[in-house]
C-alpha cells in the first residue's frame, strides 16, 4: 500500500475531521478551545516519500512541568506504568475530539 496525501486526506474526511492544506503542501488540523482545554490544538500532517508524519502544538499554551520531561516520560518509565498510560491515553483520545488536560 502507498501512503500519499489522498489517501490520509480521505481516512480524516470519512472520520469527519477538515483538514486545510497549507503552503508547504501539508495537511492542517484544528482542533478549537473547549471548555476541557482552553487552546487550539493544531495538527500538522505530512506526508511525504510513502511516510506519514506528525508535529503538532498549542499556540499560548504553557506547559504545568517542563517540555522536556513530558516528552520523554513516556521513554523512561516502567513498562507496566507505560503500557497503563498508553491504554489510557488511547481510551481517553478515542474520539477527534478529546483533547483534554494530560494524564498523571
Given at each position: 500500500?502507498?501512503?500519499?496525501?489522498?489517501?490520509?486526506?480521505?481516512?480524516?474526511?470519512?472520520?469527519?475531521?477538515?483538514?486545510?492544506?497549507?503552503?508547504?503542501?501539508?495537511?492542517?488540523?484544528?482542533?478549537?478551545?473547549?471548555?476541557?482545554f482552553g487552546h487550539d490544538v493544531v495538527i500538522f500532517v505530512i506526508v511525504?516519500?510513502?511516510?506519514?508524519?506528525?508535529?503538532?502544538?498549542?499556540?499560548?499554551?504553557?506547559?504545568?512541568?517542563?517540555?522536556?520531561?513530558?516528552?520523554?516520560?513516556?521513554?523512561?518509565?516502567?513498562?507496566?506504568?507505560?503500557?497503563?498510560?498508553?491504554?489510557?491515553?488511547?481510551?481517553?483520545?478515542?474520539s477527534t475530539r478529546k483533547y483534554r488536560k494530560p494524564i498523571s
Open positions: 500500500m502507498t501512503v500519499d496525501k489522498k489517501l490520509i486526506r480521505e481516512y480524516l474526511d470519512e472520520l469527519h475531521i477538515s483538514t486545510r492544506i497549507d503552503e508547504d503542501g501539508d495537511m492542517v488540523i484544528v482542533q478549537s478551545a473547549d471548555e476541557d511525504n516519500n510513502n511516510r506519514l508524519s506528525y508535529a503538532a502544538g498549542s499556540p499560548g499554551y504553557q506547559p504545568a512541568e517542563d517540555p522536556y520531561f513530558l516528552a520523554t516520560a513516556a521513554a523512561t518509565c516502567p513498562p507496566p506504568l507505560c503500557a497503563m498510560a498508553t491504554c489510557a491515553w488511547n481510551a481517553h483520545s478515542s
